[in-house]
């Protein structure tokens, strides 16, 4: 019998960069509204923790001081260390700190005004659950025997029935949400512009609307929203309800904003009504690090801030600007500048200066042929760091425009030299992480036995689910073409391959060593189909029935026992990446759970399709290892906000990577 004691991790707490004397005015901030604005490493989050950290120990409730940041990850980060940082300021342990996103700040404003008024509370409305009824509802444009309800225009008919049509209409329904217009306004719009795919739009967002509120009238009871109509749902709550609204400005004595830049319209709104007419706001932005565009983030906020946010006084807010680079020496900040010229906006934060006693840094420009041997020199570069240099392997990362696309040269590269590397969830998709991909395709060939293809096939069996190198492979397409040759059967062993893993019957001829990975898969998709098939089955039903029958539990678990025995570097490679897939593999149980939750009656293709159309990593709450020393693979997006003594870009000359562009394919 095991026991196990969780432990919380202590909260890292960053040195006070409190020498500037930019950053001890902001501190010491307390009236009125404040515009602080800086480039990277300048301090502002660190300039926050104090700020917060110093009105709790003048003696302000934390239930007071309202923290407001862009995501659920990004709060619950920033709540640890102000709490670790207040800890250290007050030498006590006090209540936790309200750090909230804005949809979460709005869900708990919504959520205690239901419990007042004796109403259940609202709920989220999740992407799959939105996807579901904007697919249901454009089927009816489809429908040869009824005319199109909404007036589709031609051109756009054909990508009706596809999962990136309903994805798109559903971000554009999200922006005008933010934005404050209705179906009204976004006809008028379209009318005006002579944009009729709008008008359709319209159209549809009018019914998608009624329909919304037909399920909560009819189903659960409580009002459901999605992010974007959440935050503007509170924000219309406190408009209409004088009371409320003057209760809430009351509660809350101070409020700091963190990333101003990634903030909308209907954020900035709600922000007004609970912090404007001079109650003590500070926001932080750098106006050039906006990473939120693509779901309907504004920077152009950040100049307007001054004049939107006013003094008691009538006056527009103070602006300062943190001028002091405590992340980059001389020469990092002179090639930064050099890139940042090509910038629009105000350009007067860009002008950092170093600490005085900052190293000057190093910045090397490669150029290389091909991508094989730029990964073959990063990986050599971050071995002589670490090697000879000393820099430990946690303290450096790699910075990929695309980690679909540029990992697997680059991870090959680091593990053939011996370079620990760690992909953290949060910064790749879902069904990208290597441990998940055969899981949904497994699922996917299961319940759409169309699917099941060459390709998909030979995807299959390579995976840990068949465990097939390509010896193996060969050796049981020449098995399964002889048998069929000795019959007079001439296909291709493509489609003899396919059909035993649809009727493993035919591999009992098969040399049986050849045949195991065919049939382990040919078994498990049966399993699938069976668990599928069973009344009021869900998709983690499903992914259950796979899971115990797979046997990857049991394989990764002992990859992890046997490293602890006998810590042979081999066996710490393969412990490193059973854990890493394990991870994974809660983050999918988790999302699956979720989903059940929120649609309790939805097939198992309405998961793979949610689960499959993410193109940015979706947030977990699924708990994940301590990798340990490591040096980490991630995104541009991703690396916002963090720090390594060593940071390689790799592939910046290409033109790969993310293209959000395309989101705006049909709408503009």
């Known amino acids: 019998m095991h026991a196990y004691r969780l432990v919380r991790r202590p909260a890292q707490d960053g040195p006070a960069r409190l020498d500037d004397p930019v950053q001890r005015q902001v501190v010491a901030h307390t009236t009125g509204p404040l ?12 300039t926050l923790i104090e700020a917060v950290a110093a009105r709790v120990a003048e003696g302000t409730d934390p239930e007071r001081i309202l923290v407001l940041t862009f995501g659920r990850r990004d709060a619950s980060a920033l709540r640890d260390r102000i709490e670790a940082r207040i800890v250290g300021v007050t030498g006590r342990v006090v209540r936790e700190p309200l750090v909230r996103s804005f949809s979460a700040y709005a869900f708990g404003l919504l959520r205690r005004a239901a419990a007042e008024r004796g109403e259940p509370a609202p709920r989220l409305l999740t992407g799959p ?61 379209g009318r005006r512009l002579g944009r009729a795919d709008w008008v359709a739009a319209a159209r549809f967002l009018r019914e998608y609307i009624a329909v919304l509120a037909l399920r909560d009238a009819t189903g659960r009871g409580s009002l459901a929203y999605d992010n974007a109509e959440l935050v503007r749902a509170a924000a219309r709550m406190l408009t209409d309800d004088p009371a409320l609204l003057e209760a809430e400005r009351r509660r809350l004595r101070y409020v700091y904003v963190d990333e101003l830049a990634d903030t909308d319209p209907a954020q900035i709104d709600l922000l007004s009504l609970i912090a404007g007419g001079g109650k003590p706001l500070v926001a932080f932005a750098d106006p050039d690090s906006s990473t939120y565009a693509f779901r309907g983030a504004d920077p152009t906020i950040v100049g307007e801030f001054p004049g939107r946010f006013r003094t008691a006084a009538g006056a527009p807010a103070r602006t300062v600007t943190l001028g002091t680079s405590y992340r980059c020496g001389a020469a990092l900040l002179a090639a930064t500048r050099r890139v940042a010229r090509r910038l629009r906006g105000p350009a007067a934060h860009r002008a950092l200066r ?96 169309r699917r099941l293809d060459e390709e998909a096939a030979v995807a299959l069996l390579h995976s840990p689910l068949g ?18 040759l000795a019959s007079g059967d001439r296909r291709p062993s493509g489609e003899l391959l396919v059909e035993a893993l649809r009727d493993p019957s035919v591999l009992a001829d098969v040399e049986r060593g050849w045949a195991a990975p065919a049939k382990a898969v040919a078994r498990l998709l049966a399993t699938a189909r069976e668990a599928a098939a069973a009344p009021g089955a869900t998709v983690e039903d499903v992914l259950w029935a796979v899971w115990r029958d797979s046997g990857l539990a049991d394989r ?40 059940v939750d929120r649609l309790p009656g939805a097939r198992t293709e309405v998961f793979l399709d949610h689960v499959l159309g993410q193109e940015v990593p979706s947030d977990t709450r699924a708990p994940v290892g301590d990798r340990g020393e490591a040096v980490r693979l991630l995104t541009a997006h991703a690396a916002k906000g963090l720090e390594w003594d060593l940071v390689v870009v790799a592939g910046g000359g290409r033109g790969g990577g993310a293209d959000w562009a395309r989101r705006g394919a049909c709408w503009g």
């Open 35 to 46: 515009l602080v604005i800086g480039g990277p490493g300048t301090g502002k989050t660190e």
């Open 129 to 189: 659950e939105q996807d579901l009824i904007i697919r249901e509802l454009l089927e009816a444009a489809v429908d040869d025997s009824a005319p199109d309800p909404y007036g589709w225009p031609e051109e756009l008919r054909p990508a009706l029935r596809t999962r990136a049509f309903a994805s798109q209409l559903r971000d554009l329904m999200q922006r005008a949400a933010e934005r404050g217009i209705g179906p009204d306004e976004l006809a008028r719009l």
């Open 354 to 449: 170093p600490r005085p006693d900052a190293p000057p840094g190093v910045v090397e420009v490669r150029v290389f042929r091909t991508v094989t041997s730029e990964a073959a020199y990063v990986a050599n570069a971050l071995r002589e760091a670490h090697l000879l240099d000393g820099v430990p392997w946690s303290r450096m990362a790699v910075v990929v425009r695309s980690t679909a696309r540029q990992l697997p040269p680059l991870q090959r590269a680091l593990h053939a030299v011996g370079v620990p590397t760690v992909v953290h969830a949060e910064d790749l998709p879902l069904h990208q992480q290597p441990a998940v991909a055969p899981l949904l395709l497994l699922l996917r060939c299961a319940v759409e036995p």
């Open 467 to 484: 465990g097939a190198d390509p010896l193996a492979e060969r050796r049981l397409r020449q098995g399964l073409r002889a048998l069929a």
């Open 556 to 595: 990764w678990l002992g990859a992890i026992g046997r490293a602890r025995a006998d810590g042979a570097e081999t066996a710490h490679w393969r412990a490193l990446a059973a854990d890493r897939d394990l991870d994974a593999v809660m983050a999918l149980f988790d999302t699956a759970a979720r989903f």
